[in-house]
């Protein structure tokens, strides 16, 4: 999920702001400065400082400051698969054809495929200086009012569907992933990813997927998507907190049905009158503020700017809510197996329940607003 490339400068316990490198994450130092040197023009006049971005539970982020330089680096998490979800060839490639024509990309400066170096692969990037709305408490010191709150989701949602607009084939991003078949080559490995990751009983998610697995899978264009797209994952000017200067986390994008895009961002989207613990149980609650979109009206934004017409708003949601509950259920294993220590994961046995609830709800009652009623 999210990485830090910027940090909340107005406030010293953000969750963005760099930290000591956590234990069993060190980097080699001078082995990683000898590489640097040759990859990274950069201020030099003094040796290479290393921290870590704390947010984020996926790849492992960290700053890296040389004199008045400063750039981020990005290498799988311990003990993952780097085949797969982290392959940083991939994403650095991706990030280097695709900011040309979509300026809201961190300039990716260059990669590394030699694990002697650090012990995995990785690549740098310039580090993006904003604020990362990842909490309600950072958006509210940053956009005072409900009608910059709305303006700003409305801004998500313009950047959404431009990022959709893109031309992949001129840009060179044909061999970004294989569009044809994606819905249901999408439902398919979400489901296996969850059965080879699952640690507890929970029917409620396995009747998710069922449900999805039972749904038509209708033919759809092809565009790029970015497959992880929320509050938490852009950059924000300071000075002019409705614009986007990043987006973040790119190392699930691909070629495919862009709705599936949009039922990602709706999954991580809570609204105001869903059930209280689940309002309580997902980080930050950004889309609580007042002033926010609800689920339905950001479908409708989209329709709007985007031209298309999302006819299967529940599906998209509840693949969305799905797919969330499977990335933490992954995560939440890797804890239950000792692979990582980190002590923030302990409680996503109880997101991945609350998925499950939010997607059956969304079944029952055919709509993706108002599920507290």
Partial sequence: MTEGVAHDATDPSAPDRPRAVRAGEELDVPRLEAWLRGHAPGDWKGPLDVEQFPGGYSNLTYLLRAGASEWVLRRPPVGASIRTAHDMGREYRMLTRLRPVFPCVPRAIAACDDPSVIGAPFYVMDRVKGVIPRTRAVLARLVPGEEAVRALARRLVD??????????????LADLGRPEGYVARQVGGWTERYLRARTDD??????????LQAQPSAAAEAAIIHNDFKFDNLVLDPGDPTRILAVLDWEMATLGDPLMDLGTSLGYWVDRDDPPDW???????????????SREDVVAAYEAVSGRTVERPVFVYVFGVFKVAVIAQQIYARYRQGLTGDPRF???????????????RAIDRQRIGRLGD
């Fill in 279 to 293: 309002q309580r149980m997902v980080p930050g609650g950004v889309t609580l503020a007042p002033g926010m979109l």
């Fill in 202 to 211: 929970l029917p409620e998610v396995e009747r998710a997927a069922a449900w």
């Fill in 346 to 360: 302990a409680g996503l046995g109880h997101v991945v329940a609350g998925c499950g609830q939010m997607a059956c």
């Fill in 159 to 172: 950047t959404l569907a431009a990022l959709h607009a893109v031309d992949w084939a001129a840009a060179g």
